[in-house]
C-alpha cells in the first residue's frame, strides 16, 4: 500500500519546507504537468557533476569510460523499466522531441491518400508533428471517433483501414485521462498493417508499461513527468523499425564517417537519434526516478490515485457548485470548473489557499469541441498526494465563486 506521508520525506520539495511553499500549505496537484522530485533523483545528477563529468563516449581515458559506463547502464535500467531491448532505447529531450522524431522519421512511408488516426483528445505533441507530415505528403488525417470521450473498439475497427498507416494515440489524455485498451487497439492495426505509435507521457509514470505485451511500434515518454529531471525523454522503437527511421537530427555521434562528397554512414540504433551531447545528467536522473519507482506496484500507485480522485469527486459534488467533465475516468485525473466562475480566477483562488491546479485548454487545443467549453481546472494526483490534499481542494472549491473577495479585501 502506498503511504505518502512516508513518501513525502523523500522528496525536498515537502521535506525542507515543512510541507508549506511561502507561508501557505503546499497542496500541490499538477503532477500531469510535471512531478517533484526524490532526493535519489538530484543526488544522481549531483553524482555526475560532482564525480564523473566527462563527455560520454567520445574520450578514451579512464573517467570517459566511467560515464560511458554510466550512461549505457540507465539506457538499460530505462529498457528494463518498459520491457525494451537496450537498443530499442533512444535518449531525446522529451516526449515532445521523441514524438517529433518519430512522425519526421515514418514521413517517408506515407503517400498521398494514406490516414493518419489520431484522436481529438491529444495533446499538441502528438497532433502537430503529423499536420507537418500530412502536408508534406498529402497523407490526411483521420480522427478516431469518441463516445462520451470513450474508445469503442467497433469503431476502431470501422476506422482502420487498408489506407490507415500510422495509429498515433496517447494512452491516457493529458486532459480528460482516460486510459486507452492500447493492446486492444496495436491488434487492429497491425491487422492492417498500421503502425501503431503511443504517447506515454501520462500513462508510463502512473501505469505498468511493457512493449512486449502491449505490441506497440514506437513509444515516446518524458523523464520530469515521472519524479526525473526535465530536458530528458525516451523514444522507444521495436528494433527493425529503428533501423529504417531516418534521425531527426544530424552532427556529431550519431554518424560512423562522412566524406566530403556528401557520403553519411549512420551508427546503429540507437545512437544514431543522439546527436550532440546528450544530458547525460538526465539519462542518470531517469535511471534514479525508474529505480525508485521500482520499489512500489503500479497497481498500487494506480490504486493511490483512483482513491484521491474518487474522494476529490465525491466532494467536489457534494459541494454543489462543479461541473465536472471526466467523473468517470480510469486514472488520477480530474478536469472540472466551478459554475459561473472563469478557470482562471477560480485557480488564482486556489492558489492563494495553497491549493496548485493547472487550467486552461492544457496543450490540447481539440478537446474543447468535446466537452464543450474553451477552459477547465485539471488536478492531477501522484504517490505524495495525501487524503488532506484532496480536502484542502475540495473546501477551496466549495467556496471558489467568492475569488473576486480574495484580490478586493
Known amino acids: 500500500m502506498i503511504d505518502p506521508y512516508k513518501i513525502r520525506s523523500d522528496f525536498p520539495m515537502y521535506h525542507k519546507h515543512g510541507g508549506k511553499f511561502g507561508d501557505k500549505p503546499l497542496i500541490y496537484l499538477d503532477n500531469a504537468a510535471t512531478t517533484f522530485k526524490p532526493y535519489a533523483v538530484i543526488k544522481s545528477e549531483e553524482h555526475y557533476y560532482e564525480d564523473i563529468t566527462a563527455n560520454a563516449h567520445r574520450g578514451d581515458y579512464s573517467l570517459a569510460h566511467e560515464v560511458d559506463v554510466a550512461y549505457e547502464k540507465a539506457r538499460k535500467t530505462i529498457a528494463d523499466f518498459i520491457n525494451a531491448r537496450t537498443d530499442e532505447i533512444a535518449f531525446t529531450s522529451g516526449d515532445s522531441m521523441a514524438l517529433n522524431q518519430i512522425a519526421f522519421g515514418l514521413g517517408h512511408k506515407l503517400h498521398p491518400g494514406d490516414e493518419i488516426l489520431l484522436s481529438e483528445a491529444e ?8 499536420f507537418i507530415i500530412s502536408q508534406r505528403t498529402g497523407a490526411k488525417i483521420k480522427y478516431l471517433p469518441l463516445s462520451d470521450n470513450h474508445v469503442n473498439l467497433d469503431e476502431v475497427e470501422k476506422a482502420i483501414s487498408e489506407k490507415t498507416k500510422i495509429v498515433s494515440l496517447a494512452m491516457v489524455s493529458n486532459v480528460l485521462g482516460y486510459l486507452l485498451p492500447i493492446k486492444e487497439i496495436a491488434q487492429i492495426a497491425h491487422k492492417h498493417h498500421a503502425i501503431m505509435v503511443v504517447d506515454g507521457a501520462q500513462s508510463v509514470p502512473h501505469i505498468k508499461t511493457d512493449v512486449k505485451d502491449l505490441d ?5 515518454f518524458s523523464g520530469h513527468k515521472m519524479l526525473g529531471p526535465t530536458g530528458i525523454g525516451v523514444m522507444y522503437g521495436k528494433r527493425e ?9 544530424y552532427g556529431g555521434e550519431m554518424n560512423a564517417r562522412f566524406k566530403s562528397d556528401g557520403y553519411i554512414s549512420l551508427e546503429e540504433p540507437p545512437l544514431k537519434f543522439e546527436a550532440g551531447t546528450q ?13 525508485y519507482l521500482n520499489q ?14 474518487r474522494l476529490a469527486i465525491e466532494g467536489l459534488l457534494a459541494n454543489g457548485n462543479a461541473e465536472i467533465y471526466n467523473a468517470d475516468n480510469d486514472t488520477g485525473i480530474i478536469t472540472f470548473n466551478i459554475k459561473n466562475v472563469f478557470s482562471q480566477d477560480a485557480a488564482s483562488y486556489l492558489a492563494e489557499k495553497g491549493v496548485f491546479v493547472r487550467t486552461g485548454q492544457h496543450c490540447s487545443k481539440l478537446t474543447p469541441d468535446l466537452i464543450h467549453t474553451d477552459s ?3 488536478a492531477s494526483f501522484y504517490i505524495y498526494n495525501t487524503v488532506e490534499d484532496v480536502k ?3 473546501e477551496a472549491c466549495k467556496h471558489a465563486e467568492d475569488f473576486l473577495d480574495v484580490f478586493f479585501d
Do not use: Q, Y
Request: negative net charge.
Open 123 to 130: 495533446h499538441a505533441s502528438n497532433i502537430l508533428p503529423w
Open 216 to 220: 506497440i511500434d514506437f513509444l515516446a
Open 241 to 249: 523499425l529503428l533501423d529504417d527511421l531516418p534521425p531527426l537530427l
Open 279 to 291: 544530458n547525460i545528467a538526465g539519462a542518470l536522473g531517469l535511471e534514479a526516478a525508474c529505480e
Open 296 to 309: 512500489f506496484s503500479f497497481d498500487e500507485i494506480h490504486a493511490h490515485e483512483l482513491k484521491l480522485k
Open 376 to 378: 477547465t481546472i485539471r
Open 392 to 394: 484542502a481542494l475540495v
